[in-house]
């Protein structure tokens, strides 16, 4: 049966259209024109309100004399009256102080306020505003205005909705500082014009054949040269930057070899220090003999729109940033919602843990010790037994039982695609890569991660994993850029680990770092007290599903599953009531054990080994119950009847080496 807590699939698809609302919002307002994004803004504020049913949404920036907010863009439901910031300072200034301080506002219920901030409740209960949400526009670190959810009614804001409108909130912010960026930028050019117009550049005209400079005074000023100094090409030269200085130089010594035109932007140094972008052009004149013989031109300072640029390219860069990180949110959220679906799909419902056994006591007893740790756990018991189920219990139990545990079956994942589907590929890392893809790992970022059979991982695989444990960082396929995690690893194999490492299949250092806390499940044949109570579980489920009413199980078809071995262990236990209860005609089930099958198979085939197989089975059989001690008393020497020496031999011959952790 399906847990009840078990509700991250529907939360992440409750807000998966809101995401992705964010997300196509954010884009647009990248691309669009400066005269444009006052109507985006507000056309985007009008559909935020809409889909999250909020009553009010305003937009204030704060006045130019920093006194109090400017309502600038606003939402109101239909049917409310609008919701005015302009006294957002006098009236609320517990809501101000928190702005200032670079903290969004989150208000589930007003009468959940504190005594200080007694006047901002007063001024939301005389706007009939019982919850609320605003965030600071912050650029460059200063608190430019602020943006405001507003509900009617009490409301929670849950995390997933503080965290969109808080990525939206930053685009607005630096979509309004761009427009205020571009409007300064073409005043600034506007001005370049009208100083043009009016004559107001630096002249010059350098006489190249005797090395003098006439200047105007304003070229003077803009050179940071007095009055009184004479001026030529040494002269000019020492007013320039030190790292523009040979770039300048080899325009010059080219405008003498060619007599070419220029147009040129560096930085000059004044006597003060200070440093001031220059955008100097000029036109050369040949003289009768064909070689340069004067170079008009004049200069403007342009440091302003340098500097105007500059913020313009920040605050694109900024922007791009907080889409970036949108878009990765979406890709997230559209692989998780994928994966779930998928899960759903695939996964049959898993009942609850049935623990009436003493050995199943005290592992329910080891899972209330290890889940509210981070540490690692190995699950180890044979096919059929409740791996998956126990490791559901210990996330369930755990910190991260808020978000969805990612199941991996590492033996139904082909060897070439299992690293792409544990760390994820970037678009084109290989042949048939045609778009990007977010590995396992990511999916369980803050959560648990579930390798099943983990014993089948090819060694390459076990490599990866193990760096991935312990860096506690990723790597896609095709990108070099390491990608940080916090996941808690469950694994769980029906293998002799211990074995395999001895044989060389499976990695000791992963083994040591998988098998932090392992537990290790009983077969159903050592647990018959738990079968009365399975059984009944799994008539109830199945029952239910095929609309039959059955009200108990015979006595005697319920001893026979109590003294029954149980190969398949619950799976098989699981199967033969699904089918008894397809083929039950009344209220009470009778059962019918399978004469033959997989049991009877896998006797025949140990019937058919050979003496050698049979001889280094038995040999491994004797060295783990002995610990692998040879010599000695009760060594495994002494209880096979041979000398060590012999027994090495022995070793030696059916390649059995002793594993490094004994």
């Known amino acids: 049966m399906t847990d009840n ?59 130019n004399d920093g006194q109090d907010f400017c309502a600038k863009f ?26 200032l301080s670079g903290q969004p506002f989150i208000m589930h219920d007003v009468d959940d306020l504190p005594a200080e901030a007694a006047m901002d409740r007063e001024g939301f209960i005389r706007y009939g505003i019982r919850s609320d949400l605003v965030f600071p526009l912050i650029v460059g670190g200063k608190l430019t205005g602020g943006i405001g959810f507003a509900a009617a009614r009490p409301r929670h804001w849950n995390d997933e909705v ?16 761009r427009q205020h960026t571009v409007q300064a930028l073409q005043a ?26 006439w200047a105007t005074a304003r070229a003077r000023r803009l050179y940071g040269v007095a009055d009184g100094d004479m001026l030529n090409l040494q002269r000019f030269l020492e007013c320039i930057h030190p790292d523009d200085k040979q770039r300048v130089g080899e325009t010059v010594r080219q405008i003498l070899a060619d007599g ?49 640029k500059l913020e313009l390219e920040q605050a694109n860069g900024e922007l791009n940033a907080a889409l970036e990180k949108i878009q990765s949110l979406q890709d997230q959220l559209q692989q998780e919602n994928l994966y779930l679906r998928h899960e759903r799909s695939e996964r049959q419902e898993l009942g609850q843990i049935i623990c009436g056994s003493a050995a199943m006591r005290q592992i329910m007893t080891q899972v209330e010790q290890v889940a509210a740790t981070p540490a690692s756990v190995l699950i180890i018991g044979q096919t059929g037994t409740g791996k998956e189920l126990l490791a ?103 293998r002799n680990l211990p074995r395999e490492v001895a044989e060389g299949r499976f990695r000791e250092d992963l083994y040591y770092r998988l098998n932090v806390f392992p537990i290790q499940l009983p077969p159903l044949r050592d647990r018959p007290e738990d079968i009365p109570r399975l059984a009944e579980t799994f008539v109830q489920e199945f029952a239910r599903s095929m609309d039959k009413s059955i009200n108990a199980i015979a006595k005697s078809c319920l001893n026979v599953l109590c003294n029954y071995d149980w190969p398949g262990n619950i799976r098989e236990l699981r199967n033969v009531i699904e089918r008894a209860v397809i083929l039950a005609n009344g209220p009470v089930l009778k059962i019918t054990l399978p ?38 008393q009760g060594s495994a020497a002494e209880i096979l009847g041979l000398k060590p020496t012999t027994l090495e031999s022995r070793m030696t011959k059916l390649g059995i080496r002793r594993p490094s952790i004994y």
């Open 392 to 494: 559901t219990a210990i996330h369930e139990a755990s910190p991260r039982k808020e978000r969805t545990m990612i199941r991996v079956n590492c033996a139904a994942i082909p060897a070439a695609l299992i690293e792409s589907e544990l760390f994820g590929r970037e678009k084109g890392a290989y042949t048939g890569a045609l778009s990007k893809q977010i590995g396992r790992f990511e999916l369980a970022h803050g959560s648990t991660l579930f390798l099943d059979e983990v014993g089948e991982l090819p060694l390459d695989a076990q490599a990866k994993l193990l760096r991935a444990l312990q860096e506690k960082e990723i790597e896609r396929l095709g990108s070099p850029k390491p990608i940080k995690i916090d996941v808690r690893v469950i694994a769980a194999t029906n």
């Open 74 to 99: 606003g939402h109101a439901k239909p049917g409310t009256r609008p919701w005015k910031a302009a006294s957002l300072m006098s009236e609320g200034p517990y809501v101000t102080q928190t702005l």
């Open 595 to 632: 004469r033959d099958g997989l049991a009877k198979a896998a006797m025949e085939k140990s019937q058919l080994l050979s003496l050698e197989e049979v001889e280094r089975e038995h040999i491994l059989r004797i060295l783990e119950i002995s610990g692998w001690r040879i010599r000695g």
């Open 260 to 308: 070419s035109d220029f147009r040129d932007e560096y930085r000059v140094v004044h006597p003060d220090a200070s440093e001031h972008w220059i955008c100097a052009s000029g036109h050369c004149q040949i003289g009768a003999d064909g070689r340069p013989e004067r170079l008009m031109g004049a200069s403007l300072n342009v440091t302003e729109i340098r500097r105007a």
């Open 162 to 177: 503080v965290r969109g409108l808080g990525l939206i909130a930053d685009v607005f912010s630096n979509v309004l500082e």
């Open 188 to 213: 600034q050019e506007e001005q370049m014009r009208l100083a043009a117009d009016a004559a107001n550049i630096g002249l010059w005209v350098w006489n190249i054949p005797v090395d003098t400079i």
């Open 5 to 63: 807590n078990y509700k991250t699939p529907n939360q992440s698809e409750e807000y998966l259209p809101f995401q992705f609302l964010l997300a196509e919002l954010s884009a647009n307002l990248v691309r669009i024109p400066p005269d444009q994004v006052d109507q985006a803004i507000q056309e985007g504020i009008h559909r935020i309100g809409e889909a999250l049913d909020i009553d009010h949404i305003g937009l204030g920036l704060i006045t």
